[in-house]
């Protein structure tokens, strides 16, 4: 698991190779990444928006970006979490991503941003 606390906001990634979904004979290797989000500070806030770059060995990298997270825009309050997870497909089986989220101070109404840790993604079935 990979974790990076950014302005008392502890952004965790647990990713996990998606063996069901994934036919690697058609080059398609799916990863499902488990997202735990953690308020360490005394101030309510609000995601707001993200921002990805997943990287797939041999064909580059990709942006996505959004509206809040899996059709949510969560309000976090000091010492809670919010968690969720999402997919990704990469057509080598091999790569990482790394983002930002977008939040909002719910006091000062203050804009900030939070770093994603960057993650391997890495398929096992083509280490073996």
Partial sequence: MESRTTSNI???VQP???????YPSENRFVFRYNIYIENLGNIPV????????IYDVGYG??????????????????DGDFS??????LRSGF???TGTYTFRNLI??????VEI????LHSQVLSN
Avoid: H
């Fill in 16 to 22: 996990v190779y998606d063996y069901k979904n994934s």
């Fill in 84 to 89: 969720y997870f999402s997919n990704v497909i």
């Fill in 61 to 78: 990298f990709t942006e996505v970006s959004g509206d809040g997270v899996i059709g949510l825009t969560p309000e976090i309050i000091p």
């Fill in 117 to 120: 840790p960057k993650f391997a």
């Fill in 46 to 53: 609000q995601l707001l928006r993200r921002k990805w770059l």
């Fill in 95 to 97: 790569g990482n991503m």
């Fill in 10 to 12: 502890r952004v965790s």
């Fill in 108 to 113: 000062s109404k203050e804009i900030f941003d």
